[in-house]
């Protein structure tokens, strides 16, 4: 099967995002005070499944977003907030959060990173600002764990690693635990001070990835197998198909193909590839101007009329790709926003992480 994505790529210089990118390519296969965590008891990665109740005896209309990255501070703050001020409204929206190791590491201890097929301190995305830009990140991921949301992996640099062998992909899996894994250690944090550096979260509760540039290969889901994950976010697919299980047990959840705005012209549901077709990757739209608005118009429409079509029919999963960056003036982080707020407070609409969708299809009668 051939399938097409938006290649991204993207540079970290003095801590902001830029983008830039080629055509499609076809593969195969200011910072915040430590975040608190008020009257949150600590949660695993892959919350229990919840019962999804349908009382018009069709199956459960799952929204599932999510985010690559992690490196902006500010969109923690924002997307944690926005969850739980959901939840004070009795609306339950969660998030998947795909880590990128490297935002683990100070750029000053880069070289402790070497990638499968670079230099020692090579990284497409950059690294960590400081040691304090470090423990304030950690503290966004405990927070996140603490209230529900799940953490999966974006592995690290920023690499298209469909050209790698198995022993490649084995190298940056392994990179990428000892990131996540070993903070203090890799940034030289003093014994008394490795709480504030340490995660919430053991190897067993990390089991979803999104590989970076959606770059994938049969050797990849190999080692995904090897690892321990359960399943995978990097394809993509039709808009109303149900998740399946590839032939070594791995599930895989697909980006969408889906209509953008009122045309049938198809569009990737995630956030980039809206801002490469809107702005050709370049951020020309200032809120609240003509051009703003029909950015947002066209992404927000996109989402509803995505979810619409599944709500209204088989009700298969929709899946909405984020990053932790605000192109265009925030306008992709907005029109999502704005979409789960009107969308997951509907009847048998549940908008969870990947990790409960892939419990709820586990526990469903095999055909």
């Given at each position: 099967?051939?399938l097409i994505?938006?290649?991204?790529?993207?540079?970290?210089?003095?801590g902001?995002?830029?983008?830039?990118?080629g055509?499609?390519?076809?593969?195969?296969?200011?910072?915040?005070?430590?975040?608190?965590?008020?009257n949150?008891?600590?949660?695993?990665?892959?919350p229990?499944?919840?019962?999804?109740?349908?009382?018009?005896?069709?199956?459960?209309?799952?929204?599932?977003?999510?985010?690559?990255g992690?490196?902006?501070?500010?969109?923690?703050?924002?997307t944690?907030?926005?969850s739980q001020?959901?939840?004070?409204?009795?609306?339950?929206?969660k998030?998947?959060?795909?880590?990128?190791?490297v935002?683990?590491l100070?750029?000053?201890?880069?070289?402790?990173?070497?990638?499968?097929?670079?230099q020692p301190?090579?990284?497409?995305i950059g690294?960590a600002d400081?040691?304090?830009?470090?423990?304030?990140?950690?503290?966004?991921?405990?927070?996140?764990?603490?209230?529900?949301?799940?953490?999966g992996?974006?592995l690290?640099?920023?690499f298209?690693g469909?050209?790698?062998?198995?022993?490649?992909w084995?190298?940056?899996?392994?990179?990428?635990?000892?990131l996540?894994f070993?903070i203090?250690?890799?940034?030289?944090?003093s014994?008394k001070?490795?709480a504030?550096?340490t995660?919430n979260?053991?190897?067993?509760?990390l089991?979803?990835?999104?590989?970076?540039?959606?770059?994938?290969?049969?050797?990849?889901?190999?080692?995904?197998?090897?690892?321990?994950y359960?399943?995978?976010?990097s394809?993509?697919?039709?808009a109303n198909?149900?998740?399946e299980?590839?032939?070594?047990g791995?599930?895989?959840?697909?980006?969408?193909?889906i209509?953008?705005?009122?045309?049938?012209?198809?569009?990737?549901?995630?956030?980039?590839?809206?801002?490469?077709?809107?702005s050709?990757?370049?951020?020309?739209?200032?809120?609240?101007?003509?051009?703003?608005?029909?950015?947002?118009?066209?992404?927000?429409?996109?989402?509803l009329?995505?979810?619409?079509?599944?709500?209204?029919?088989?009700?298969?999963?929709?899946?909405?790709?984020?990053?932790?960056?605000e192109?265009?003036?925030?306008?992709y982080?907005e029109?999502?926003r704005?979409?789960a707020?009107?969308?997951?407070?509907?009847?048998e609409?549940?908008?969870?992480?990947?990790?409960?969708?892939?419990?709820?299809?586990?526990?469903?009668?095999?055909?």
């Amino acid at each position: 099967m051939k399938l097409i994505w938006l290649k991204f790529g993207c540079l970290l210089l003095l801590g902001l995002l830029a983008a830039g990118c080629g055509p499609l390519v076809k593969k195969e296969s200011p910072p915040a005070d430590l975040p608190s965590s008020p009257n949150h008891p600590t949660a695993s990665s892959s919350p229990v499944t919840e019962n999804f109740v349908t009382p018009s005896g069709k199956k459960p209309q799952f929204v599932v977003l999510a985010f690559d990255g992690s490196h902006s501070l500010d969109m923690w703050q924002k997307t944690l907030d926005f969850s739980q001020q959901m939840s004070a409204q009795g609306t339950k929206v969660k998030f998947t959060y795909f880590l990128s190791g490297v935002y683990f590491l100070n750029y000053r201890k880069a070289h402790r990173y070497v990638p499968p097929d670079g230099q020692p301190g090579h990284s497409l995305i950059g690294f960590a600002d400081s040691n304090k830009d470090v423990e304030k990140r950690v503290a966004f991921v405990n927070r996140a764990i603490a209230e529900g949301h799940e953490i999966g992996s974006h592995l690290n640099g920023h690499f298209d690693g469909t050209h790698w062998s198995q022993q490649q992909w084995q190298v940056e899996f392994n990179a990428f635990n000892n990131l996540v894994f070993s903070i203090p250690q890799n940034n030289d944090v003093s014994a008394k001070d490795a709480a504030r550096y340490t995660l919430n979260l053991t190897a067993k509760q990390l089991v979803g990835l999104r590989a970076p540039e959606l770059g994938s290969n049969p050797a990849m889901f190999k080692v995904l197998k090897e690892q321990g994950y359960t399943y995978d976010t990097s394809l993509n697919g039709k808009a109303n198909a149900w998740p399946e299980k590839l032939d070594n047990g791995i599930w895989e959840f697909p980006l969408a193909q889906i209509n953008y705005a009122t045309t049938t012209k198809k569009i990737l549901s995630m956030d980039y590839n809206f801002y490469y077709k809107q702005s050709n990757a370049k951020d020309v739209a200032v809120k609240g101007t003509p051009v703003w608005n029909a950015f947002y118009n066209d992404t927000y429409n996109s989402y509803l009329n995505y979810f619409s079509a599944n709500y209204n029919a088989n009700r298969a999963p929709v899946y909405i790709g984020s990053h932790f960056s605000e192109w265009n003036d925030g306008v992709y982080w907005e029109a999502m926003r704005d979409f789960a707020a009107e969308v997951c407070g509907k009847p048998e609409v549940y908008c969870v992480t990947f990790g409960e969708l892939e419990q709820y299809m586990e526990s469903q009668p095999v055909n």
